[in-house]
């Protein structure tokens, strides 16, 4: 059934509408979308609305434009997902890129602070995952990982997780990953991270702290990701 915009901001309302019809699968990750001017005959809107609604989610790399082919869905493929997402470098170096060693999960109830930064109610289940991940053969990253287990059923079923789990968020479960917010902070480590990263108890670390949040705007994960400081930076590049 088609969908007009209401009396909202005219943008607004034709963002919400493309988001919610890409949240609901209409359209699958690396399929061409309709074209800017069928689109506009579609919701009774103008081309420029349309084509404005295009600019923002292709900057925020939810679609990504072809010259010449038109404006298809983003994959988040294991390669993509890394380099978008994983910022970890020597310093002064390119960002390396991991690789996953040893991991559990499980389904369990939600705990206060899981509920409290993921927006999910008092009987709400989550998935954990507890992971190592390797730089150049190394222990390096012990991530702890909470996922609404409403959004991804089974996934504790699915056997050894794939290195980028963005890539398996999407063509799995339909969750594509559209933001990510993160803070940073120096901890020392625990007795956890020394048996599982090798650390010193005490010494220090990097604390990533990131919600992710996917169409159409629910938070999808809560990762704290507990990082080796020792010669290792957060590298990020602004334009």
């Given amino acids: ?89 020597h310093p002064g170096g390119k960002r390396l890129t991991p690789t996953l060693g040893s991991e559990t999960i499980r389904v369990r109830a939600a705990r206060p602070p899981e509920r409290e930064r993921l927006d999910l109610g008092r009987d709400a289940r989550v998935v954990e995952i507890d992971r190592v991940r390797l730089l150049e053969g190394v222990p390096a990253i012990r991530e702890i990982i909470a996922l609404p287990a ?50 010193a108890t005490g010494s220090p670390i990097l604390v990533i702290d990131r919600i992710a949040v996917c169409l159409p705007e629910r938070k999808a994960e809560w990762r704290l990701s507990r990082v080796r400081s020792d010669n290792l930076v957060y590298a990020i590049t602004l334009t």
């Avoid at 689109?39 to 292709?58: I, M, N, P, W, Y």
């Avoid at 059923?153 to 063509?171: D, F, H, T, V």
């Avoid at 993160?182 to 991270?193: C, F, G, K, N, Y």
């Fill in 1 to 89: 059934m088609n969908e007009t915009p209401g009396f909202r901001p005219l943008y607004r309302q034709v963002y919400e509408i493309v988001v919610r019809r890409l949240a609901q699968g209409e359209w699958r990750p690396g399929e061409a979308l309709p074209s800017e001017l069928n689109l506009a005959k579609e919701l009774g809107v103008s081309q420029g609305t349309v084509r404005k609604v295009f600019d923002a989610l292709t900057a925020e790399k939810v679609l990504e434009r072809h010259q010449g082919k038109g404006t298809f869905i983003a994959e988040n493929t294991q390669e993509r997902a890394q380099f978008r997402f994983f910022r970890l470098a």
């Fill in 150 to 199: 409403d959004l991804y059923p089974g996934i504790e079923k699915i056997g050894a997780l794939p290195n980028s789990l963005y890539s398996l968020y999407q063509a799995k479960f339909g969750v594509t990953i559209m933001t990510t917010h993160e803070e940073l902070s120096a901890q020392l480590a625990t007795i956890d991270d020394h048996r599982q990263i090798g650390v």
